[in-house]
């Protein structure tokens, strides 16, 4: 018998190390469960401010993204309203070009016309100038041809009266 009660001692003591063990694993489980829980809550805390915080920066964001296709619209529309005024000036510049083209030419054109109308001038003062010069030479050829007729008459009297008259 005395080793049935070592024997049942023995399973006595196990089994109460057992149960220690199990109240121990419990008491474990129970800790754990609860740091669990108490870990969850704050991982729901932090979830839910994350959350809030990702809605602000997704709000701050769109309304930047809003403000930046705004930007960029206002600054498409200045830059077509600047084109447009650049292309205004210049068409205004290369119409006051070709005015400016226009009235060289058309300026050019009429002091061509006075060159032309005045070499036409000189031309017709040098032609009169030589018809005078020709009638005047012409005048003074029948004076000398009328002079040397005259004097050939006197030198042929003087001739024959110097011939005949001896």
């Known amino acids: 018998m005395a080793l049935q009660d070592i024997w049942a001692k023995e399973r006595s003591q196990r089994l109460t190390e057992i149960a220690e063990r199990k109240l ?12 669990l ?3 969850r809550q704050e991982l729901d805390k932090t979830r839910q401010e994350l ?4 809605k602000a920066l997704h709000t701050m964001l769109q309304e930047f993204v809003t403000k ?13 309203l600047d084109n447009a005024e650049r292309y205004q000036q210049v068409r205004k510049i290369l ?3 070709v005015e400016a083209l226009r009235l060289y030419e058309q300026q050019a054109r009429q002091d061509r016309l006075e060159d032309i109308a005045k070499r036409k001038q000189e031309v017709s003062e040098l032609k009169l100038e030589v018809l ?6 012409s005048s003074e050829r029948v004076l000398m041809a009328q002079e040397l007729t005259d004097k ?3 030198f042929r009297t ?9």
């Open 152 to 154: 050939l008459q006197r």
């Open 158 to 166: 003087n001739l024959h009266d110097y011939v005949w008259s001896s």
């Open 24 to 35: 121990e694993v419990a008491q474990h489980r129970q800790q754990t469960q609860a740091k």
């Open 95 to 97: 119409e006051d070009y």
């Open 68 to 80: 930046l296709q705004e930007t960029c619209s206002a600054e498409k529309q200045q830059r077509q």
């Open 51 to 54: 959350d809030k915080e990702a």
């Open 132 to 137: 005078q010069l020709q009638g005047q030479f």
């Open 37 to 39: 829980s108490t870990i």
